[in-house]
T-cell receptor, first 117, second 110 residues
Framework: KAGVTQTPRYLIKTRGQQVTLSCSPISGHRSVSWYQQTPGQGLQFLFEYFSETQRNKGNFPGRFSGRQFSNSRSEMNVSTLELGDSALYLC????????????????FGQGTRLTVV | SQQGEEDPQALSIQEGENATMNCSYKTSINNLQWYRQNSGRGLVHLILIRSNEREKHSGRLRVTLDTSKKSSSLLITASRAADTASYFCATESGNTPLVFGKGTRLSVIA
């Protein structure tokens, strides 16, 4: 079956602009999580969506937001971009996101490399 | 915030040697997972070990888990140049998302 698809793969934006990233999970997976990866901070959890509801949220400012659609596809939006938002943004899908002790693995997309100039 | 901490941060070995990476974590967990990341790409799941398991094997991978010490190790036997990547441990606790460590960068020299 098809893997997790993230679009676009690369993006260059100017400070102050906004950006929307897209993630299509594996068919049948209802949990989508977003992570920000930078050399200094490593993989930082942004938020998780399950059945169109935000179930968990990381410690990021309100400029970072997301949503999930009825087909489980998810988007994340970053408004008023700052230089420090330059990072690899990774999306992960899983069947249940670990709730209920199902011990399920996460499948990651290839990421979107965002550069803010 | 980081839950898992991998050790060492970087490791360089010759092809054919074994590579051992360690991970320590802070809170009780449902499971611990290991992932591999090739440069600048997505993470690939390697192995999952549940909190009630002590050891697990998958091909050339061997993972151990010691919940009393809150630590895990990943052993890659007979390493190959293609094993060059960053390796991350991630823990799953209760109903919270996976929390990753900062990773071990493994270089396998042919």
């Amino acid at each position: 079956k098809a893997g997790v698809t993230q679009t676009p793969r690369y993006l260059i934006k100017t400070r102050g602009q906004q950006v929307t990233l897209s993630c299509s999970p594996i068919s049948g997976h209802r949990s989508v999580s977003w992570y920000q990866q930078t050399p200094g901070q490593g993989l930082q959890f942004l938020f998780e969506y399950f059945s169109e509801t935000q179930r968990n949220k990381g410690n990021f400012p309100g400029r970072f937001s997301g949503r999930q659609f009825s087909n489980s596809r998810s988007e994340m939006n970053v408004s008023t971009l700052e230089l420090g938002d330059s990072a690899l943004y990774l999306c992960a899908s899983s069947y249940n996101g670990g709730w209920g002790n199902l011990n399920t693995e996460a499948f990651f997309g290839q990421g979107t490399r965002l550069t803010v100039v | 915030s980081q839950q898992g901490e991998e050790d060492p941060q970087a490791l360089s070995i010759q092809e054919g040697e074994n590579a051992t990476m360690n991970c320590s974590y802070k809170t009780s967990i449902n499971n611990l997972q290991w992932y591999r990341q090739n440069s600048g790409r997505g993470l690939v799941h390697l192995i999952l070990i549940r909190s009630n398991e002590r050891e697990k094997h998958s091909g050339r991978l061997r993972v151990t888990l010691d919940t009393s010490k809150k630590s895990s190790s990943l052993l890659i036997t007979a390493s190959r140049a293609a094993d060059t990547a960053s390796y991350f441990c991630a823990t799953e606790s209760g109903n919270t998302p996976l929390v990753f460590g900062k990773g071990t960068r493994l270089s396998v020299i042919a």
